[in-house]
């Protein structure tokens, strides 16, 4: 930015009055979000045309802070992102683009973050010289009235224990696996994040269940009984 003489404001004055003053002294068109923090309303209206936003979630649908956990733990087998013109509380406004993304299935929350992350950026690019060029759309509507709202991901969403099935505890898993947290199990009063969880096959054993082996795995019996 420096080396293109392109000026830059730090985050926690976005939201301010001076914002808004040198958004509209800069003659601004449009303001772009890109996962970040909610605008207040003389913010994404100071731009001349509209202010836009990019969602990793097909919206209304896993609105809120971290769809990509969510998407997985819900077992969603398809899923979009979703770009679209702020108003209200930041997630409503008509959406200009939706883009489909590959399966969710099978794949972790990191993995679908990074693609939401990928094509998102990429679209964003090319949204910006569409827009230059006075491209129409058809715009589509999205309402919080419908569709659905989570809450930010967080610890206690992470945890995992043998009153579950084997299948909702990988799904925990992976759903856990990103940045910011990993599948928890408590264990003799003592949690530990899970790095890899492996379903053993006509597993026998004379000891009660959960218990550490000799290697330091935990072993743990699901509700469904497998180990």
């Known amino acids: 930015a420096k ?10 004055m976005v939201n301010t009055k001076r914002m808004e003053s040198k958004i509209k002294a800069a003659n601004i068109d449009y303001v772009f979000t890109f996962i970040f923090r909610i605008l207040k309303p ?3 209206s100071a731009p001349k045309v509209a202010s836009i936003n990019f969602h990793p979630s097909e919206l209304p649908y896993n609105r809120g802070a971290t769809p990509w956990n969510w998407i997985i ?6 899923t979009k992102i979703s770009i679209h013109y702020i108003s209200k509380d930041n997630e409503e406004g008509k959406i200009n683009k939706k883009i489909d993304l590959p399966n969710p299935k099978g794949i972790n929350s990191r993995i679908l973050r990074e693609f939401m992350f990928d ?7 090319k949204l910006i010289f569409e827009l230059k060029n006075n491209q129409n ?3 589509i ?6 569709g659905s709202y989570e809450k930010p991901f967080n610890s206690s ?3 995992v224990s043998e009153s579950m099935k084997a299948d909702r505890i990988k799904t925990i898993i992976e759903a856990s696996r990103d940045s910011f947290h990993n599948a928890q199990f408590k264990f003799q009063k003592e949690g530990y994040h899970i ?4 379903e053993l096959n006509n597993f026998t054993s004379d000891r009660l269940l959960p218990e550490r082996n000799d290697e330091g795995d935990i072993l743990i019996n699901t509700a469904d009984n497998r180990t």
């Not at 094509?119 to 690019?125: I, K």
């Not at 509507?141 to 419908?146: C, G, L, P, R, V």
């Open 3 to 12: 080396k293109n003489k392109i000026p830059v404001f730090p985050s926690h």
């Open 42 to 44: 003389h913010i994404f």
């Open 73 to 78: 733990s819900q077992k969603k087998t398809y």
């Open 119 to 125: 094509a998102g950026s990429n679209y964003f690019v």
């Open 137 to 139: 759309y058809s715009l």
């Open 141 to 146: 509507d999205n309402s919080t009235e419908m």
């Open 157 to 159: 969403d992470t945890i």
């Open 195 to 198: 790095v890899q969880a492996i």
